[in-house]
C-alpha cells in the first residue's frame, strides 16, 4: 500500500484526445492508467460518436456509456478531466455538465480552472473554422482565411436539428467570436508555471496541425500568442488526427519554455491508440502507441 501511494502521490498524468466514442479506446486507457498507477486522465475533447445521427447516439453515449465509465474511474479513485470538441454537439453540453458534477472525481474543463495537486488546468474547446457542415464551437480570429467549403450549407446544432446557415463565409466573417476575446476571458492562472491549457485547437506555427491531404498547418495564431504570453508549463492540443504522423508534423514542440503537446490519434476502430504520459513534476513526457485488441 505505501508503494502504490508514493507512486500516486507523483504528478503524473496520462492525456489523450479524440476517441470519438471508441469505447475499446475508453476502456484501455483506464486500463493503462490502472496498470501505471496515474490517478489523473486528462481528455482533450471529441469524446462521442460522429459517424451516426448525432442527436440520437451522442446523448445516449453521455448518459449509458460515459456515466457507467465516470463510476469506474471513481471506484479507482482516478480524477477525469475532459472537455467535449467540435465533434461533440453543442446541443449535448447541458447533459455533458450534469453527468459530470453527479461524480466528485470528474470535471467539464470547458472555460473552467481546476487546481490539483497544486497544479492549475485550464479548459478551453472552441476551434477556427473547418471545411465541415457543423460549424458548433468555431470560432475565428483577426487574420483567419476560412478553408474551402465542402458543404454548401452550415449550420450550428439544436436540440433536433440545426440551425442552417446558409452563407457561411459571409457569418463567419461578422457573426463569430474572435479566438483572442475567448482566451482572455479564460480563468487566470495563480502562477503559469504550474498551469496546464487543454486546448483542443493546436497552436499555429509548430506544425502540431499539420493536415496530411494539403501542406497546410491549421494552427490558431492567437493561441501561439497567448501560450507565448502566459508561458504556462504545458499545453495539450488534440483535432488534427493525423498531424504527428504526416511528413512535417510534430506530436509536440516549444514556445519558449511551453511545451505543447498533440499527440493526434489513430481513426475509428482502429486496433492502436495513442496517448501521452505526462510528469509534471519533473517535465518528463512520452508519446506510446499500443494495441487496443
Not at 99 to 106: A, D, I, R, S
Request: proline content about 4%; hydrophobic content about 35%; aromatic content about 10%.
Amino acid at each position: 500500500m505505501g508503494s502504490e501511494m508514493c507512486i500516486r502521490d507523483r504528478m503524473k498524468i496520462l492525456y489523450v484526445t479524440d476517441l470519438h466514442g471508441d469505447k475499446e479506446k475508453y476502456k484501455k486507457t483506464l486500463e493503462i492508467a490502472i496498470e501505471k498507477g496515474i490517478s489523473v486522465i486528462v481528455n482533450g475533447g471529441d469524446m462521442l460518436p460522429k459517424q451516426c445521427n448525432r442527436h440520437l447516439e451522442q446523448p445516449a453515449f453521455v448518459k449509458g456509456f460515459l456515466r457507467k465509465y465516470f463510476k469506474e474511474l471513481q471506484e479507482q479513485d482516478i480524477k477525469y478531466l475532459a472537455m467535449l470538441g467540435n465533434d461533440d454537439l453543442l446541443a449535448v453540453d447541458e447533459l455533458f455538465d450534469t453527468v459530470c458534477n453527479e461524480f466528485p472525481n470528474v470535471y467539464n474543463m470547458a472555460g473552467r480552472k481546476v487546481d490539483i495537486n497544486g497544479f492549475e488546468f485550464i479548459g478551453m474547446n472552441f476551434i477556427l473554422d473547418h471545411p465541415f457542415g457543423c460549424k458548433d464551437r468555431v470560432i475565428t480570429e483577426k487574420d483567419y482565411i476560412p478553408q474551402r467549403q465542402l458543404s454548401a450549407v452550415a449550420g450550428t446544432s439544436n436540440e433536433c436539428d440545426y440551425d442552417r446557415i446558409y452563407n457561411w463565409l459571409e457569418y463567419s466573417r461578422t457573426e463569430l467570436p474572435y479566438m483572442c476575446d475567448v482566451l482572455n476571458q479564460l480563468p487566470k492562472p495563480k502562477n503559469t508555471q504550474k498551469t496546464v491549457y487543454i486546448m483542443h485547437m493546436p497552436p499555429a506555427r509548430l506544425r502540431l496541425g499539420q493536415l496530411l491531404y494539403q501542406d497546410l498547418d491549421i494552427g490558431s495564431v492567437d493561441i501561439y500568442n497567448f501560450l507565448k504570453e502566459m508561458q504556462p508549463l504545458f499545453s495539450l492540443h488534440g483535432h488534427i488526427h493525423e498531424s504527428p504522423d504526416t511528413e512535417k508534423g510534430k506530436w509536440c514542440n516549444q514556445i519558449d519554455n511551453t511545451i505543447c503537446i498533440q499527440t493526434g490519434q489513430t481513426e475509428l476502430f482502429d486496433s492502436e491508440m495513442i496517448y501521452a504520459e505526462i510528469d509534471l513534476q519533473h517535465q518528463e513526457f512520452k508519446r506510446e502507441v499500443v494495441k487496443v485488441k
